[in-house]
Each structure stands twice: as C-alpha cells, then as structure tokens.
C-alpha cells in the first residue's frame, strides 16, 4: 500500500450538468474513486486530499498557482507520489511549469483531467485515472500526463484537440526517451513568482512591426517569436532593426516554428539568418507551453538576460529531448 496525495484544482472531470451548464460539485471524483468497478484498485492506498476552494477553471490559473502547487508538493515529498486533478485548457502549462520547478524533486507527479465529467455516459475520466494510478506506481521521479490512453512527459506536452480521443500529444517525442534521465541539469527555484513581462509574436505574411517594437521599446525581459517552419521569416528590414536593437538591450529573443512538429534551425535555410546573425536562441522542438513557461520562471528568477538565455539552454526536464 502506498500514499498518496491527491489535489483536485477542478476542471470538467469533477463538474455537473447545472442549468446554467457544467458546474463543479464537491466529492464528485472521491465517488468515482469508491465505488467505479474500474478504478477500485485505487482504495488498495492510503489517499489524502486537497481541494481548492473554490475549484477553478483551468483557463483562471496563473504562474502563482504553478508555484502555490509546487510549494504543496514539496511540503508532502515524504510520500509515494502526487496527483493532480487539472482541467484541460491549461493543463500543458502546468504540466510545463511544475517539470522545471520541480526539476530537483525526485517525486511522481502526475497530472490528469478528462474532456468529460467523471459520472458522465461513456466518460474518458475513469480510463485516465486508471492510467495515472500505473503512472504513480511506476514511480517516475518526474512530472508526468496521463490522457487520451498516454503517459506523457510533463515538459513536452500540448493540447491539439478538443476532440474526446485526439486532445493531448507530446509532438516530436520518442517515448524510447523514457529510459534517458528525466532532469539531467536540474535548477532549484525560488519560491516566490515574480511576474515578468514576456512577449509573444506569430509572425505572417504581411504583419506589421509595431508590436515587435513596442515589446523591444517597453524594455520587455524577453520576446518569443513563432516563426515559419524551421525558424525562418521574410526579409525585413524593420524585423531586423528590430531585432538588432532588442540584442543591443539585452533583451533576449527565442524563435519557435508554428508548426506542430518541427525543429528550429536558423541555418537551414538563408531565411533563418536574420535571427542567427542577432542573437536569437532556437527553441529546438519544444511546444508553446514549454517554451513560454520556462521564460516565465526564469525571467522571475533571474536579472539579466544571460541568466535567462543559460537557463533556457540548461535541460531541467525533458524539454530538450
């Protein structure tokens, strides 16, 4: 029998139909956990829980609540493992920011939710439970997805759908991977958020510079660029007067690809050398939410763009892989 500490932030899994539509309703999933067929391999363990109140939306989670959670976890490291109960929406950011601030906690962490509630007709809540308790058994010391029929790594993991059996992939992953160390170069974090401001662009056909520029003008601690396929952009000169006085700031630039699986490398093609030849970091294959949730924590952490370009580079799960 092993230990266990559930936390259940809320998300459609625990919800009702209310009039209004689907509504949180308290016990909803230790229900399920009790009295499923399915799942009874679950009360073999010592459970303990810990509900938010209220239950949250996972499309009202903040970079607080990434660190409110982290906080909570090393405060029970002394068990088996921890599940979080999560909703869908946001759930790769989460999965993202809890693999980097738990990077040196050798602990089990996994994360589920459902696209339908867990009492719902024909639900793919009690298969993702089911998985995550094998996931928690299994004992990776690690932060890790459980949905849609996968285990996934917690730093590589996106939304792609919000179809019932296509919603979660982790692009560009090979699960012969699983065997390679989860947290090689592991980062102990501060515990406080700072919030930060970094800034978003997708670039197409046409786009005006001004919201580039006004990130570079409004001294923002660092800029991520979705670039076309493998981290190209048209010729522009403003594109590359912006950029060259973002380096000239110290005010960091990462390029990722739009597209779903694809590695960036600004010398593969000559439309990728006006991010080469001013100091832009390639994102390598990693997700949005990886990418974007890394920045996060590093621009919290650290001063200066050095810092945050060498902790970008630094493997603190499996974002690199």
């Given at each position: 029998m092993a230990h266990f500490l559930i936390i259940n932030t809320g998300g459609t899994i625990g919800m009702v139909a209310g009039e209004r539509g689907l509504e949180p309703r308290d016990g909803e999933i230790e229900a399920a956990l009790a009295e499923q067929p399915a799942?009874?391999?679950?009360?073999?363990?010592?459970l303990s829980w810990q509900h938010w109140d209220p239950l949250l939306d996972s499309s009202d989670l903040q970079p607080k609540h990434w660190y409110d959670?982290?906080?909570t976890i090393r405060a029970h490291a002394d068990i088996a493992g921890v599940l979080i109960i999560h909703g869908t929406d946001t759930l790769a950011y989460t999965a993202s920011a809890l693999s980097y601030l738990l990077s040196d906690l050798p602990l089990p962490v996994v994360i589920t939710g459902s696209m339908l509630p867990v009492s719902a007709p024909g639900t793919d809540a009690i298969a993702n439970l089911q998985l995550a308790l094998i996931a928690l058994l299994d004992a990776k010391p690690?932060?890790?997805?459980?949905?849609?029929?996968?285990?996934?790594?917690?730093s590589r993991v996106t939304k792609i759908s919000t179809e019932l059996d296509h919603s979660f992939a982790a692009p560009t992953w090979d699960a012969q991977c699983w065997h390679l160390p989860a947290n090689p170069q592991p980062?102990?974090?501060?515990?406080?958020?700072?919030?930060?401001?970094?800034?978003?662009?997708?670039?197409?056909?046409?786009?005006?510079?001004?919201?580039?520029?006004?990130?570079?003008?409004?001294?923002?601690?660092?800029?991520?660029?979705?670039?076309?396929?493998n981290g190209n952009a048209a010729k522009d000169r403003a594109l590359q007067r912006i950029l060259a006085k973002a380096m000239e700031k110290g005010i960091p630039v990462f390029v990722r690809s739009q597209c779903l699986r694809a590695m960036v490398s600004f010398r593969l093609y000559a439309a990728g050398a006006v991010f080469d030849q001013?100091?832009?970091?390639?994102?390598?294959?990693?997700?949005?939410?990886?990418?974007?949730?890394?920045l996060q924590i590093l621009c919290s952490e650290f001063d200066n763009s050095e810092q945050i370009i060498a902790g970008f580079k630094q493997q603190l799960a499996r974002e690199w892989q």
């Open positions: 799942l009874h391999d679950w009360q073999q363990h010592e959670l982290a906080a690690e932060v890790v997805v459980t949905l849609a029929g996968q285990l996934l790594p917690g980062m102990s974090i501060g515990t406080a958020w700072q919030p930060a401001a970094v800034g978003v662009i997708t670039l197409y056909p046409g786009i005006p510079m001004d919201a580039l520029m006004s990130m570079v003008d409004r001294f923002y601690r660092a800029i991520v660029i979705n670039a076309f396929g001013n100091g832009a970091v390639a994102c390598g294959a990693m997700p949005f939410e990886a990418v974007i949730t890394k």
